[in-house]
């Protein structure tokens, strides 16, 4: 190698800097994981490779026989791998290696727990792998050639980790990657042979590519050797594939220190032939929620890796299993685009969906307690399965869980099956309600009318639930129906008599209703008299159409134009506040307010006015202690 041009000192970013300084504190323990990480790269360089040249044969030039070289030297304490893949232009060198650019860093600074071994894992997670290197180096030299520059394109990276780093041209024959690690005095363990030998078969034994090392056969001096296993695990029959293979390539895919909750392994033959491999990981990664997460599923055809991330093999709402299909009938030169419009996919896709739920449905089934477990790390993004897919709707409806009156317990575990196994025959429907939280739903004035007459509601308070309930119409025939919209149809729970007296008492108090819903105004659409109440004076219904608060106020947050519906007002034609007012009473208005102002409070809306509605509370209680004297 020569150089052709002066070399440029760069400074890394100041997070680069934060984040080498902390993984060098936090992980101390767990060094071994640079090699797992550089090996990870080589072999990702390598399928990159392969890929790119199925539309640019040229890329190829240099050998089509892909693979990795690990090498030690004990004198002079270096490690060195290389790799024969699709290598780095320069700038890609200043991007990839010289910036973090991606959102993940400061989450990964902030995720370190100061536990190695998880910690090791969040390396892989977070994308910042390469920097593992100074784990062990006080100097890294990497030289690159990109696969489709000539031998004048190549680059040579050398750092301390201290803060800067240089960057040169340089000519390198061969296309691909060589990473030298100038060995810590406290880490030359690591120029030793055997010792890289256990860690490759330990973290990198699945790799498909060879990862070569120099024979320690003094016969064969000189000679490479595979040191890693090699065959694709997914490929191999599962009676020939122990828990432990399955766990370690679970990991390596997932850098999850967990056991998995579930491993699928099917093998599909037929016109359509395809291997899948899924794991349902026990806890939710850090980025569940994040919109460019990349993880899911990798999609190889007869072995060659194609894409990992192949979001069109699995919904979204499944995001969090982790695995591999392996087709065999794919051309394999299939783009993203291709993916998304292509039958053979749609029906993996679809098979596969359905081997997942039947798994969960049979956990739920079977092992409820693992089944709890899973639901409270995953229920919420499951819950995204109903309103999206429409297919599996039923056997979705049936994974559910959710809070209910019948428990004051804030998990969820209550189905659907077991809330109207319990309906009493004359029940008509399955009641819910839904609120920005537990407590705000546990605690509603709507569920008086049926906590009195012991009728069950489910308590509904993840932001998901509305839209859940609004594609989920029915469940076994019966309707799920709000306790807090439209007008209650309460023939299934109240008594002829009751619903008697009620009418009698709304000819009662229409003068009453009339005059509030006047001096209410525009805040509302009606005032009515009551049957939900019966501890409360007044609550806010949706009408039978609307959205109702709670969605509007997610909506909201979420900064779309929510149709700002008014309320219908319900009092209750029985509360002693509400039988002390009438249509000529003084202080009327300031009693609507007040009430109207509860209401919206007790539901958990933010008052428009607070400083106005304490003010007229005040009033009314200086009045009110004025008389009592
Ligand atoms: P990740 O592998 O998760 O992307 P890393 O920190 O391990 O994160 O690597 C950062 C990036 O550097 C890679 O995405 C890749 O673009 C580039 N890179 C690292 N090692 C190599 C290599 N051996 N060959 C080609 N590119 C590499
Ligand atoms: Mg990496």
């Keep these: 190698m020569t150089q052709t041009a002066t070399a440029q000192t760069h400074s890394f970013q100041t997070e680069v800097k934060q984040l080498l300084q902390l993984m ?24 990159r490779l392969r890929f790119a040249a199925l539309t640019d044969a040229g890329l190829m030039e240099d050998g089509e026989t892909l693979g990795l070289k690990v090498s030690v030297d004990k004198n002079e304490k270096t490690v060195t791998i290389s790799d024969n893949g699709i ?33 090791a894992n969040l390396i892989g997670q977070f994308g910042v792998g390469f920097y593992s290197a100074f784990l062990v180096a006080h100097r890294v030299e990497l030289t690159t050639r990109h696969a489709s520059a000539g031998a004048e394109g190549g680059v040579r990276w050398i750092s301390d980790g201290e803060g800067e780093y240089t960057i040169e041209s340089i000519t390198r024959e061969e296309r691909g990657t060589t990473i030298t690690l100038y060995l810590r005095d406290e880490d030359k363990e690591f120029a030793e042979d055997f010792r890289l030998r256990g860690i490759i078969s330990r973290y990198s034994d699945h790799i498909s590519l060879p990862i070569e090392m120099p024979s320690e056969d003094k016969e064969k001096k000189g000679d490479w050797e595979p040191v890693n296993n090699g065959s694709a695990l997914w490929s191999r029959p599962k009676n020939e594939v122990s828990e432990e293979d399955y766990h370690r390539f679970y990991q390596s895919l997932s850098y999850d220190t967990e056991t998995p909750l579930a491993t699928l392994h099917n093998r599909v033959e037929g016109n359509l032939e395809y291997t899948s491999l899924f794991f349902i990981p026990k806890k939710a990664p850090f980025d569940l929620w994040d919109r460019e997460q990349r993880h899911g599923i990798n999609l190889y055809v007869r072995r060659i890796f194609i894409m990992d991330d192949a979001k069109y093999l699995m919904p979204s709402y499944l995001r969090f299993v982790r695995g591999v299909v392996d087709a065999a009938d794919l051309p394999l030169n299939v783009s993203r685009e291709f993916l998304q419009n292509n039958k053979d996919i749609d029906r993996i896709r679809s098979a596969s969906v359905k081997k997942i739920l039947s798994e969960l449905s049979r956990l739920a089934e079977k092992e409820p307690d693992t089944y709890a477990a899973f639901w409270k790390e995953f229920g919420k993004v499951l819950k995204e399965g109903v309103v999206e897919d429409h297919d599996n709707r039923t056997v979705l409806a049936d994974l559910m869980r959710f809070n209910s009156t019948r428990s004051d317990d804030t998990d969820q575990t209550e189905s659907l099956a077991a809330y109207f196994k319990r309906m009493p025959m004359k029940q008509k429907a399955i009641y819910y309600i839904t609120a920005d939280s537990h407590n705000a739903a546990s605690t509603s004035p709507h569920l008086e009318i049926f906590r009195k007459n012991d009728v069950e509601v489910l308590l509904l308070s993840d932001p998901v639930d509305e839209w859940l309930v609004s594609s ?31 009418e009698e008492k709304e000819k009662d108090l229409a003068g009453l209703t009339e005059k509030m819903q006047s001096l209410l105004g525009e805040r509302v659409k009606s005032v009515r008299v009551s049957q939900r109440l019966t501890d409360s004076p007044a609550c806010l219904v949706a009408d039978e159409t609307d959205l109702g608060g709670n969605l509007e106020r997610i909506l909201q947050a979420m900064g779309q134009d929510a149709p700002d519906a008014k309320p219908i007002m319900e009092i209750n034609p029985d509360h002693p506040l509400i039988r002390q007012l009438n249509p ?20 958990g809306a933010p008052l428009p006015e607070p400083a106005a509605y304490v003010q007229r509370v005040n009033d009314l209680l200086t009045k009110a202690a004025l008389t009592a004297h």
């Design 87 to 119: 290598g780095m232009t320069s700038d890609e060198v200043v991007e990839n290696i010289g910036t973090i650019a991606r959102s993940g860093t400061r989450q990964f600074m902030e995720a370190l727990s100061g536990d190695a071994a998880n910690d």
């Design 472 to 502: 989920l119409n029915e469940y076994k025939d019966k309707p799920l129906k709000s306790v807090a919209k439209g007008a209650l149809d309460l023939e299934d729970l109240t008594s002829p008599e009751d619903k008697k007296a009620n």
């Design 24 to 47: 060098i504190h936090s992980l101390y323990s767990n060094k071994e994981v640079f090699l797992r990480e550089l090996i990870s790269n080589g072999s990702d360089a390598c399928d």
């Design 584 to 603: 000529e009473h003084a202080q009327l208005e300031d009693w609507s307010r007040v009430l109207f102002d509860q209401a919206a409070l007790s539901e």
